[in-house]
């Protein structure tokens, strides 16, 4: 996403249709060992009918455990020295924070099919994580941004966009949520749209500490005065399902996929990049440095680099993915979503999640705690 400000959709899917896998030949040696792999990985990103694909295609059986939060990747790394398991998915915009850590791989991308893949998308593997000079530690998996979700039975947007704003304002009191830290970010988006910051002042926060203690000083004193007017704090994508169909709220600041999943299950429910831009990222996969199935975590890539098995995927987890021709694969309603969900220029305005060093993510957990205790 290092291009984030110059994507469209040709070029994130580009050469759709263009590029067919062939089902890739396993070794023995995959199927002849534990024949399992142990990953952890963002909850809603491997739909059933795509994990018994993969164990009926292979032999190879996925002990899955899904997960809410880049936090929640690192500490269990941390707490077991890397062991456990095979595959886990950081953000790219994680790498500052695993590199000193020391708690992944290298990946043998001599066995990675590579140019399956968007070149850009690839690339933040090679730049960002090529710790110490030893190789990629990263691959691109799914891709994807954080935007506003909204009941189109009981509410719409004032414009022709929606704004990171509408999840604060009085008018939709108690009947809105989001992730506190990334909602805390897109108040302060809204917070310089609206001439309450100066502009720039968010992404300047990501510099120094300094900076950020200043920015994010403002931004928390904001949100607490308006923390009376969120229904909900969300933690992963089941939430934010229940949150809009079964908890009352009508418009919340999410991800892009449990929302469309939503809609294209036939749910009056619409997700849009906001009017100050939505934020992107792409979730990859790593290798922990205790990995103990290296075949079948290749297995697994090999499999997950298909255009028709991303494709198929895409349909039921409502995100998108790096694999060229992957959409070819997917459904109308898929391309459809997608369309509505990013209009106009939205795509040349999405902000990319920056980098984020330690020090930062110290110190916004300071203020994240700060309003969530409010």
């Given at each position: 996403m290092t291009e984030a400000k110059?994507?469209?959709?040709?070029?994130?899917?580009?050469?759709?249709?263009?590029?067919?896998?062939?089902?890739?030949?396993?070794?023995?040696?995959?199927?002849?060992?534990?024949?399992?792999?142990?990953?952890?990985?963002?909850?809603?990103?491997?739909?059933?009918?795509?994990?018994?694909?993969?164990?009926?295609?292979?032999?190879?059986?996925?002990n899955y455990t899904g997960i809410g939060s880049?936090?929640?990747i690192i500490n269990k790394m941390k707490a077991t020295k890397g062991q456990g398991f095979d595959l886990v998915s950081p953000t790219n915009n994680r790498s500052l924070q695993w590199e000193p850590l020391e708690l992944l791989q290298p990946f043998d991308m001599a066995r990675v099919k590579i140019d399956a893949v968007n070149p850009a998308m690839a690339k933040?593997?090679?730049?960002?994580?090529?710790?110490?000079?030893?190789?990629?530690?990263?691959?691109?998996?799914?891709?994807g941004t954080e935007g506003i979700a909204y009941?189109?039975?009981?509410?719409l947007p004032a414009g022709d966009a929606p704004s990171y704003g509408d999840v604060w304002s009085e008018e939709n009191a108690g009947k809105t949520m989001g992730r506190a830290h990334s909602m805390m970010l897109g108040a302060g988006l809204f917070m310089e749209r609206s001439?309450?910051?100066?502009?720039?002042?968010?992404?300047?926060?990501?510099?120094?500490?300094?900076?950020?203690r200043k920015v994010w000083g403002q931004v928390t004193d904001w949100c607490i005065a308006r923390k009376g007017r969120i229904k909900l704090i969300w933690n992963d994508a089941d939430t934010q399902k229940n949150g809009l169909m079964n908890e009352g709220v009508i418009v919340g600041q999410t991800w892009d996929g449990p929302p469309l999943a939503l809609k294209a299950a036939g749910e009056p429910v619409h997700?849009?990049?906001?009017?100050?831009?939505?934020?992107?990222?792409?979730?990859?996969?790593a290798i922990p440095s205790g990995a103990a199935n290296m075949d079948q975590i290749y297995a697994f890539i090999d499999?997950?680099?298909?255009?028709?098995?991303?494709?198929?995927?895409?349909?039921?987890?409502?995100?998108?993915?790096?694999?060229?021709?992957?959409?070819?694969?997917?459904?109308?309603?898929?391309?459809?979503?997608?369309?509505?969900?990013?209009?106009?220029?939205?795509?040349?305005?999405?902000?990319?999640?920056?980098?984020?060093?330690?020090?930062?993510a110290d110190v916004r957990t300071e203020f994240v705690n700060k309003f969530t205790s409010a």
């Amino acid at each position: 996403m290092t291009e984030a400000k110059k994507l469209s959709r040709r070029t994130v899917l580009k050469g759709a249709g263009a590029v067919t896998l062939a089902a890739p030949l396993y070794s023995k040696s995959a199927l002849a060992s534990s024949g399992e792999i142990n990953i952890m990985m963002w909850s809603d990103y491997l739909p059933p009918d795509f994990l018994s694909a993969f164990e009926s295609e292979t032999g190879i059986k996925v002990n899955y455990t899904g997960i809410g939060s880049n936090e929640e990747i690192i500490n269990k790394m941390k707490a077991t020295k890397g062991q456990g398991f095979d595959l886990v998915s950081p953000t790219n915009n994680r790498s500052l924070q695993w590199e000193p850590l020391e708690l992944l791989q290298p990946f043998d991308m001599a066995r990675v099919k590579i140019d399956a893949v968007n070149p850009a998308m690839a690339k933040i593997g090679t730049d960002a994580w090529n710790f110490g000079g030893a190789g990629s530690h990263w691959l691109p998996h799914i891709w994807g941004t954080e935007g506003i979700a909204y009941r189109t039975d009981l509410w719409l947007p004032a414009g022709d966009a929606p704004s990171y704003g509408d999840v604060w304002s009085e008018e939709n009191a108690g009947k809105t949520m989001g992730r506190a830290h990334s909602m805390m970010l897109g108040a302060g988006l809204f917070m310089e749209r609206s001439g309450e910051m100066e502009p720039g002042s968010i992404w300047s926060a990501y510099n120094d500490e300094e900076t950020m203690r200043k920015v994010w000083g403002q931004v928390t004193d904001w949100c607490i005065a308006r923390k009376g007017r969120i229904k909900l704090i969300w933690n992963d994508a089941d939430t934010q399902k229940n949150g809009l169909m079964n908890e009352g709220v009508i418009v919340g600041q999410t991800w892009d996929g449990p929302p469309l999943a939503l809609k294209a299950a036939g749910e009056p429910v619409h997700y849009q990049a906001p009017i100050e831009g939505a934020m992107a990222w792409v979730d990859g996969m790593a290798i922990p440095s205790g990995a103990a199935n290296m075949d079948q975590i290749y297995a697994f890539i090999d499999f997950a680099y298909r255009a028709d098995q991303a494709g198929h995927a895409i349909d039921s987890h409502g995100y998108n993915s790096p694999v060229l021709g992957a959409d070819a694969f997917s459904g109308d309603v898929y391309k459809k979503n997608f369309q509505e969900a990013y209009p106009g220029d939205s795509l040349a305005n999405l902000n990319p999640w920056p980098a984020e060093a330690p020090w930062y993510a110290d110190v916004r957990t300071e203020f994240v705690n700060k309003f969530t205790s409010a």
